[in-house]
């Protein structure tokens, strides 16, 4: 089992800057992947970016520019370094990891945490 503990979030006006962290415990051996994804109420949730164990990146349009993910040393922390944050920005942030367990991959995902942009 995986655990994802998610830090970072907050209030922030338009224009500013914000790093959310995230940190994988337990048995997170066999790392496919860790990304962030974003969801706001009624809607579905959708790729920010991803970082493979390739470290290719998958970015989604609507943050490239603004938006830069990046592992730590210990490769099972992912960061998101958010910058020039827009009102439309605003939606909780998840931690995703993704196990490679035999042949199949299973998802691991963090509780959230609330990003919210002024503006």
């Known amino acids: 089992q995986v655990q994802l503990v998610e830090s970072g979030g907050g209030l922030v006006q338009a224009g500013g800057s914000l790093r959310l962290s995230c940190q994988a415990s337990g048995n997170w051996f066999s790392i496919n992947g860790m990304g962030w994804y974003r969801q706001v109420p009624g809607k579905q949730r959708d790729l920010v970016a991803e970082?493979?164990?390739?470290?290719?990146?998958n970015i989604a349009d609507s943050v490239k520019g603004r938006f830069t993910i990046s592992r730590g040393n210990a490769k099972n922390m992912v960061y998101l370094q958010m910058n020039s944050l827009k009102p439309e920005d605003t939606a909780v942030y998840y931690c995703n990891l993704q196990q490679l367990q035999g042949a199949v991959i299973v998802p691991y995902w963090g509780q959230g945490t609330q990003v919210t942009v002024s503006s």
């Open positions: 970082i493979t164990r390739e470290d290719m990146l």
